[in-house]
């Protein structure tokens, strides 16, 4: 399946907000309109470092999307880039869609002078882990939240 992987555009907004929504049901959590709304426009505008991928197939129907976080780190003179989302469409799964999505990451995380790319997963995410095993190494650290 031919993927083509791009930033978003306005025109994006409703096949972005089908695959981010379905993203957050995946994971069983509950996102307030007004915060996907911001989300959006965040993202669209490249504001505060945020950037958002899409994934068409080849008939331009939205197969994936990459949510990015650009940021600066203490550990280094430059940017570190968070993949804080990504997801694949049920019927694109298996098709070349995430990979293709974490190597346009990787190639936006390189443009911009990125020296570390990182992202997180559910233990439980095996398909999505079998992915990351191939594309980027697994850290022995454990995430703590408030």
């Known amino acids: 399946?031919?993927?083509?992987?791009?930033?978003?555009?306005?025109?994006?907004?409703?096949?972005?907000?089908?695959?981010?929504?379905?993203?957050?049901?995946f994971y069983q959590e509950n996102v307030p309109d007004d915060v996907v709304e911001r989300t959006w426009r965040r993202l669209l505008a490249q504001d505060d470092g945020m950037l958002a991928l899409i994934a068409t197939d080849e008939e331009g129907r939205a197969a994936g999307i990459a949510n990015l976080v650009f940021h600066r780190s203490t550990w280094s003179a430059t940017w570190y880039c968070y993949?804080?989302?990504?997801?694949?469409?049920?019927?694109?799964?298996?098709?070349?869609?995430?990979r293709a999505l974490i190597e346009a990451t990787y190639a936006e995380a390189?443009?911009?002078?990125?020296?570390?790319?990182?992202?997180?997963t559910q233990?439980?995410?095996?398909?999505?882990?079998?992915?990351?095993?191939?594309?980027g190494g697994l850290t022995e650290f454990v995430q703590y939240r408030r």
């Not at 390189?110 to 997180?120: F, I, V």
């Not at 233990?123 to 594309?135: C, G, I, S, T």
């Open 110 to 120: 390189d443009r911009r002078g990125a020296s570390r790319t990182y992202w997180a």
């Open 1 to 25: 399946m031919p993927i083509r992987v791009r930033p978003i555009v306005a025109a994006d907004k409703p096949e972005w907000l089908q695959l981010f929504r379905a993203y957050i049901a």
């Open 123 to 135: 233990e439980k995410n095996a398909k999505a882990r079998a992915l990351y095993d191939r594309v």
């Open 83 to 98: 993949l804080e989302d990504l997801f694949v469409a049920q019927e694109a799964r298996g098709k070349g869609v995430g």
